[in-house]
Every structure is written in structure tokens, then in C-alpha cells.
């Protein structure tokens, strides 16, 4: 197990969550809770039919002893997490007839637990897509006030351990925004440092935003908006260290940094990439993956509470250390 997830779970256990998964009657998320709460790293809270999830249990041999089950279609919050709703969303035209619908539907319930406080956190992913998690908490949770979007940061555990903190790095955005504005690549930054203080424990977020060119080397519409994006971000956070446009080496590469960033607070010492689209981002960390062999752990930023979203390939452990994740954030 990478020392960073130790050091998540640990660290969930210290304060422990109640954290939502939807997908309560599949397979690897009821091993996966049976693993979560006998480890203390979460209260775990399956929704679904109790006898479907006490049947996939028995089958797999696992004890589910303790946890929550809810079932929208029994539960005594069902009636109030409709009116809510439709209190919530009746603007947007939302029916009451509709909002009870939604009120069975085991995402936008667990929704409701957390934006009604029955829960701190959900995990969802190994059946729904992201945009089946998204939306119902975009619509119902909404962004923190501060941040104007959600996006994804990926904590990147590296063998070479001269390379950020000790092998660790974020990469941002490298899921949900394809081509962000430069105000979206300043609040994808900001978003970002918080992410890595809490999760990775950085005490010093040192942000670089990337570009083909390093400090006015090529001129191009696209270097315009990474530095624009430089900018932004010194507006949001004057006190975050952050610095851009570079090169991917010169803000790794302390030589290449002093050499091409001369005097920049972050080049050749950056623990946080910003890339400047979702392509580059994608391609970056599949790359430093696949052929650097880090180790890689995906969240989502950026939302009033935390949101995580699993591969459908996902395993139990994915499982297990999503939850994990999703609980520290929810610590603050």
C-alpha cells in the first residue's frame, strides 16, 4: 500500500465520516463497506433493498454487521427529502410529483443525507456514470461559495522521490473541464492547493501552471491564457505560492527552473501542476502512470461537500481508499 494512502486512512480514522455509497447491492462496494467499517475508516451508509445487500453479503462471506442500509422505498426520510427538493429546486421548475421520484432514486437521496446533514461525503462510480453523480450534486450541493466550478485532482505518488514532496505531486484538471477559461485555470489552482494541503499534508503548495512556453518564451493565444490564469489566481490567493506559464522540466528540474524561471518562487521546486486543458492533463498523467510508475489517486474539488467518483473497472481497494479520501475532505 503507497505510504500516502496509509496516511489518508489513518488520518480518516482519526475523525471518523459517515460517507454515502449509492451502489449499495454491487458487489465490490458491499466488500468494500464490510472493509471500511471493520478498518474504522468511515461509517459506511448503503442504500438499496436490505435483502438484496444482505444477500450479496452472505454470498461473498462478509460481514456487514452495523452498517447503515437505506432504502428509499421504505425509509421515514423519503417524504421529507421530496419536500426539500422541491423546495430546493421548484424555481427550476422541478414538480412535487418529480421530486418524489428523484426522492427514490439512490443518487439524488444520497444527495439529500448530505445536504440535509444525515451524511458527510458520498462515493459512487462502480455503476453510474460521473455526469449520474454530477449533476444531482451540482444541482443540490452546489459549489463552495469561493469556487466557481468542479474539477479533479489527481495526488500522484512517484518512485523518484526528488520530484514534489518526497515523489508527491497533484496534477489538475485531468478529468472534468475540457478547455477551462483562464479564470476556470486560476480556480482550478486555488481548488487544487486546498486538495493537496489536506489530502497530501503539503505545508507549502508551491503551484505551477503549465504551458508549451516558460515566461513570455513563445507567444501564442495559449500562453495568453495561462498567463492571464497567473494573474487571476494571484487575485483570488496573494498568498498561495504560484507561478507560470512554464514548461513542464523547468517547473521540476531545479536547474532547468533557475535557468529558465530565474528568481520564480516555483519553477524546479513545484508540488502542484496546473495543466492547461483537459487533454494535456489526461495525456500527463497517464503518462507519468504508465511509464513514470506512480502510483495515482483521483477526487473531485470544488464542492460545498465531497463527491468522489470511481472507474466502473474499479477494484475494492479503489473502493476502499475513494471512501477513504472523501472522509479527510470532509474533515476540512
Known amino acids: 500500500m503507497s505510504q500516502l494512502i496509509e496516511k489518508i486512512r489513518s488520518k480518516a480514522c ?4 459517515n ?3 449509492p451502489e449499495g447491492d454491487e ?8 472493509i471500511i467499517k471493520k478498518e474504522g475508516i468511515a461509517n459506511p451508509i448503503l442504500i438499496g433493498n436490505p435483502e438484496k445487500i444482505n444477500a450479496v453479503a452472505a454470498e461473498l462471506g462478509v460481514d456487514i454487521a452495523g452498517i447503515t442500509i437505506e432504502d428509499p422505498d421504505t425509509s421515514e426520510r423519503t417524504t421529507g427529502y421530496a419536500k426539500a427538493l422541491y423546495e430546493l429546486r421548484k424555481a427550476k421548475g422541478l414538480t ?10 439512490v443518487m ?32 443540490i450541493i452546489k459549489t463552495k461559495p469561493e469556487m466557481k466550478l468542479v474539477s479533479s485532482s489527481f495526488l500522484m505518488d512517484c518512485p523518484n522521490k526528488e520530484l514534489g514532496e518526497d515523489g508527491l505531486l497533484v496534477y489538475a484538471d485531468c478529468v472534468v473541464n475540457p478547455c477551462p477559461t483562464a479564470e476556470e485555470l486560476a480556480y482550478i489552482a486555488v481548488a487544487s492547493a486546498q486538495t493537496a494541503k489536506a489530502l497530501c499534508g503539503f505545508e507549502e503548495p508551491r503551484v505551477a501552471m503549465l504551458s508549451f512556453s516558460t515566461k513570455g ?27 507560470g506559464e512554464m ?11 533557475a535557468s529558465k524561471a530565474k528568481g520564480s518562487p516555483v519553477a524546479g521546486r513545484a508540488n502542484i501542476l496546473v495543466f492547461p486543458d483537459l487533454q494535456a492533463g489526461n495525456i500527463g498523467y497517464k503518462i507519468t502512470e504508465r511509464i513514470g510508475g506512480a502510483e495515482c489517486f483521483a477526487v473531485l474539488q470544488g464542492l460545498n461537500a465531497p463527491c468522489n467518483d470511481l472507474s466502473r473497472g474499479c477494484s ?14 470532509a474533515q476540512g
Open 247 to 257: 514548461q513542464f522540466d523547468a517547473a521540476l528540474v531545479p536547474k532547468i527552473g
Open 14 to 17: 482519526s475523525d471518523v465520516k
Open 27 to 34: 458487489v465490490r462496494t458491499v466488500e468494500a463497506a464490510s
Open 108 to 139: 439524488y437521496y444520497g444527495i439529500m443525507m448530505i445536504k440535509l446533514g444525515d451524511a458527510d461525503g458520498l462515493v459512487s462510480g462502480a455503476v453510474h456514470t460521473t455526469g449520474d453523480m454530477l449533476r444531482p450534486a451540482l444541482q
Open 316 to 329: 475494492v481497494d479503489d473502493i476502499v481508499n475513494t471512501v477513504a479520501m472523501t472522509a479527510v475532505q
Open 96 to 105: 412535487e410529483e418529480d421530486a418524489d421520484k428523484l426522492a427514490h432514486d
Open 19 to 21: 460517507i454515502v455509497l
Open 217 to 243: 518564451s513563445a507567444k501564442h493565444d495559449l500562453v495568453s491564457k495561462v498567463q492571464q490564469a497567473v494573474e487571476k489566481a494571484h487575485e483570488i490567493a496573494p498568498d498561495l505560492l504560484l507561478d
